[in-house]
């Protein structure tokens, strides 16, 4: 039996990797530790999206080598983006590294462990599985949560000229709509209420079996248009308890008025969408390729808005990339404001391998980068302030996700909006899974604070069965 520690680094796909990691690897006998220090083989998977990520990456096998030191028989694993980035360049330059493998080479693992520990050299995995995509997924197992992500697709067949995915993840790969949906029935079965269906730009989803009816509002001649819509449609047709389907991240483009006509239609629809953006200022933009203009994304918002009154948006922003003057961030500055984005991801540009922006100068200086940095998130600060402000009083309705961090007599969840909402002494137990309708009573800096409704309090089932045997309950309308 061999004991395995895995540490992730970065975004949920690689949260995803990482269960999917853990399953092949206890499948071959091997068995998860929590603590790294108890294991035989630790695989560090990690993320090469930003610097940052990159540096982490390298402060903890220096840590490793230590370790390694005292115990040669360590193995020591480097999977996910940096892997497949960077290949034989990683054993190179980290001697404590055993393998390195992508992430379509999960599978592999446990052979190429089994060599090394018997002897064998360093190993390389780092091929990209374009003729027979596979979709690995971790056993769905009952684990008490509402919320699960779900693969829809891999790879980028974008261009972003900042960006490493295409080269650390290769080209858009689908997954089968009916392998999608089974595995969203099998959760489903398990007590999970939302998915979030998640890929590189998750909106260009096409079905590779053709399995799927065409969306109301598909227009076949818009070369933006996908299966995105069918395949959301398809999903609520046949998991009728399910009760929210978000998805992370779409590209604007694929924004089309059937994705549009399935949020206002259909009831597992939240009211909120991620919608990544970079930057407000056209120069910027073109010089990124986004193949989108600042009017084209005002414009995609004010549509999605008048199809579903009241949706929040929220986005990513790239500051400081390269050439981009005072001028162009005060446009996104003006556009984060003039959408009204509700949450931001913020980034200063970092130069990543292999992308076309590699050739352009990185010429905005670090101190700008942070300047720009904190003043963005400042407006973003002050934007949620007034959007949290602004819903004291109002009625949401929260799913409910289990006990507050910070007050486990409270509860937890999300609102259609994906406000982070508590609830003021509330059993979570008993509605963990739920929709509940809840009074907001106060704003705090990043989240709200509800009352369960006297309807939804009623509504409660009493508690006369052990929690942990009693299934979980469908309380609350559907959306
Ligand atoms: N530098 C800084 N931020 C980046 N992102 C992607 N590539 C880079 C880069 N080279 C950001 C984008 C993307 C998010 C996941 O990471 O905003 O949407």
Do not use: W
């Not at 979030?196 to 070369?223: E, K």
């Not at 949020?263 to 009211?271: A, F, I, K, T, Y």
Request: net charge neutral.
């Amino acid at each position: 039996m061999t004991r395995f520690a895995v540490t992730t680094f970065g975004c949920q796909m690689n949260e995803h990797d990482s269960d999917r990691l853990t399953t092949v690897l206890a499948r071959a006998n091997g068995e998860a530790v929590q603590d790294p220090a108890d294991a035989d083989v630790i695989v560090l998977n990690t993320c090469s999206v930003r610097e940052k990520a990159e540096h982490k990456l390298r402060s903890e096998v220096g840590r490793l080598s230590l370790l390694k030191r005292q115990r040669p028989d360590l193995t020591v694993v480097v999977a996910g983006c940096m892997a497949q980035q960077e290949g034989d360049k990683i054993l190179k330059s980290m001697p404590a590294v055993d393998i390195v493998i992508g992430p379509d080479n999960i599978v592999e693992l446990p052979e190429l462990i089994a060599q090394v520990r018997l002897g064998g050299p360093p190993v390389v995995r780092t091929v990209f599985d374009v003729d027979a995509p596979q979709f690995l997924t971790a056993p769905v197992v009952a684990d008490g949560r509402a919320t699960a992500y779900i693969t829809t697709m891999k790879g980028c067949n974008e261009r972003c000229s900042f960006c490493v995915v295409p080269y650390t993840r290769g080209p858009e790969r689908y997954r089968p709509s009916d392998q999608i949906v089974d595995e969203i029935v099998r959760r489903v079965e398990t007590g999970v209420r939302e998915v979030t269906l998640l890929g590189q730009t998750v909106n260009s989803y096409r079905d590779p079996l053709g399995l799927l009816s065409p969306a109301p509002n598909a227009s076949p001649d818009d070369p933006d248009e996908s299966e995105f819509a069918a395949l959301i449609r398809a999903i609520a047709a046949r998991v009728p308890d399910l009760l929210r389907i978000r998805y992370v991240s779409p590209h604007p483009r694929h924004l089309t008025p059937s994705l549009m006509l399935a949020h206002r239609e259909l009831s597992v629809m939240p009211r909120h969408v991620h919608l990544p953006v970079q930057s407000g200022s056209n120069r910027m933009l073109k010089r990124m390729i986004r193949r989108h203009t600042r009017e084209e994304y005002i414009d995609r918002v004010a549509r999605l808005r008048q199809s579903v009154p009241g949706i929040t948006v929220s986005t990513d922003i790239i500051v400081g990339f390269c050439g981009e003057t005072d001028e162009d961030f005060e446009q996104t500055l003006s556009l984060v404001e003039e959408v009204g984005h509700t949450g931001l991801f913020g980034f200063k540009y970092s130069v990543r391998p292999n992308t076309p922006a590699r050739k352009m100068d990185d010429d905005v200086p670090e101190s700008v980068k942070s300047e720009r940095l904190q003043r963005l998130f400042a407006l973003s600060e002050r934007l949620l302030g007034q959007h949290l402000r602004g819903l004291v009083g109002s009625r949401q309705k929260v799913l409910v996700e289990g006990p507050s961090k910070t007050n486990p007599n409270n509860a937890t969840g999300r609102s259609e909006h994906n406000e982070i909402v508590h609830i003021e002494r509330a059993e979570h137990v008993e509605m963990v899974g739920s929709i509940v309708e809840v009074e907001i009573v106060e704003p705090f800096k990043h989240s709200l604070l509800g009352r369960l409704t006297q309807e939804a309090e009623a509504r409660l089932p009493r508690r006369s069965v052990e929690p942990s045997r009693r299934k979980l309950p469908l309380l609350g309308p559907k959306s």
